[in-house]
């Protein structure tokens, strides 16, 4: 706080006026005073040429003309521009003087012990000189600093939400001084705070939640020397859950008769930090397994699965709170497979040798093979292809048909 003391009447040595800092309310409260003495006579009666001095009253009920460390007869009181200040910074009170409010001079400082409470009682001082003695005195510009900032609430937010907070003087009608804010080193990533207006602003990361975050937010005048207020508050950032992802799968499909087999993966890239992923698959065919912590699906359909449509469905849940899922629905196709069948199949002997003719399907090819005994290990193409003629295909072995041979006809895909 600061004034600027404008006139002093009725003027004794032991006249003073000034700022005062109480603890109490009580008589013989422990104080802290800076005071404007024109006279200029310093404690011990030698005179002086006009002083700011500093006084206190250390403990509860003592002396109240105790110096503090250093402050005795600053500067020269030239009224009506006799300025006076009184910082306090935690237990550091520090006093200045000044003849135009604009230049400050420091007259004292020391540190309370033990500590003053956090609220103290501040004002005006005057003392008149002496008992019965009547004085008057003329204030100005009482100001009380940016000492007085406003106390905040903590705050709680989830992740990706914005804050907004206005940091306000206690006194914001008043301050002649230019106030500058700003944040105190350690304020997370992206928190700002504008310096002319106080608006603080956040939207804190994925990153940053969660997170717990003492910000502390510095206000400082332009004066000489120029005097600073803190506020420190938290900011409790939730993490917010996303859903995480599964990869891609895809509709599948498969013979019947024949192994399926992939692997579904899955993830929660959104979350920092990530949560714990389980997959489950609902809709198993009977036969398929599926491992919930590998994510290997496999499926061998047998015979009376196909032909067949088997709709599936992946899921995968996180641990987070609340728990988020995401799932695929895929369509497992399963085919028929058709047994090779030769189909109308006529056998003769002529010309010397075996003819065969048979009732072919669109699209395929033939060929014959034989072997000389059943016991061979091995069948044998025939060296000729068969002949197409429409739907029927034809082949002559001429082997000779006093002699034994067995055929069988391949249906090549
Ligand atoms: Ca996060
Ligand atoms: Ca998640
Ligand atoms: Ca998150």
């Known amino acids: 706080m600061q004034v600027r003391l404008a006139s002093m009447e009725a003027l004794r040595p032991e006249t003073t006026a000034g700022l005062m800092v109480r603890e109490t309310l009580e008589d013989y409260s422990r104080t802290l005073h800076i005071l404007a003495h024109p006279v200029g006579v310093t404690q011990d009666g030698r005179v002086g040429s006009g002083n700011f001095l500093t006084l206190q009253r250390s403990t509860t009920g003592g002396q109240d003309g105790d110096r503090w460390d250093s402050g005795y007869g600053g500067g020269t009181v030239s009224l009506p521009h006799a300025w006076m200040r009184l910082n306090r910074k935690s237990q550091t009170f520090t006093a200045y003087w000044s003849n135009d409010g604009v230049t400050w001079t420091q007259i004292g400082r020391t540190t309370a012990r033990p500590a003053y409470p956090q609220e103290v009682f501040v004002g005006l001082a005057v003392t008149s000189g002496g008992l019965g003695k009547n004085a008057h005195f003329e204030f100005r510009n009482f100001q009380n600093l940016v000492s007085g900032l406003l106390p905040i609430s903590d705050v709680t937010l989830n992740e990706g939400n914005s804050v907004t907070l206005g940091f306000a003087t206690a006194d914001p009608d008043v301050p002649a001084q230019n106030l500058t804010f700003s944040l105190d080193p350690g304020f997370p990533e992206g928190a700002s705070i504008n310096s002319v207006n106080g608006l603080f602003t956040w939207t804190p990361n994925e990153l940053q939640g969660p997170g717990v975050y003492p910000i502390t937010v510095v206000v400082t005048d ?159 193409d025939l060296p000729m292809t068969p002949i197409i003629s429409g739907s029927t295909a034809s082949i002559t072995d001429k082997y000779g048909a006093s002699r034994e041979r067995y055929y069988r006809v391949v249906e090549v895909e």
């Open 222 to 380: 332009n004066g000489t020397p120029p005097l600073s207020a803190t506020n420190t508050f938290t900011i409790t950032v939730n993490e917010v859950n996303s859903a995480p992802v599964l990869a891609s799968v895809g509709n599948r499909s498969v013979n019947e008769g024949s192994a399926l087999n992939f692997v579904v993966s899955a993830s929660d890239p959104n979350d920092i930090p990530p949560n714990n992923v389980t997959l489950s698959l609902d809709g198993k065919p009977p036969g398929a397994s599926f491992d919930a912590v590998t994510g290997a699906f496999s499926w061998t359909p047998d015979e009376t699965q196909g032909p067949g449509a088997y709709p599936v469905t992946f899921t995968v849940t996180d641990d987070g709170v609340p728990p988020m899922h995401a799932s695929e629905t895929i369509t497992i196709t399963v085919n028929k497979t058709t047994p090779l069948r030769i189909e109308n199949l006529s056998v003769s002997v002529s010309d010397g040798g075996f003819s065969f003719s048979w009732s072919t399907r669109a699209g395929k090819t033939y060929k014959v093979q034989y072997k000389s005994s059943l016991t061979d290990p091995a069948w044998r």
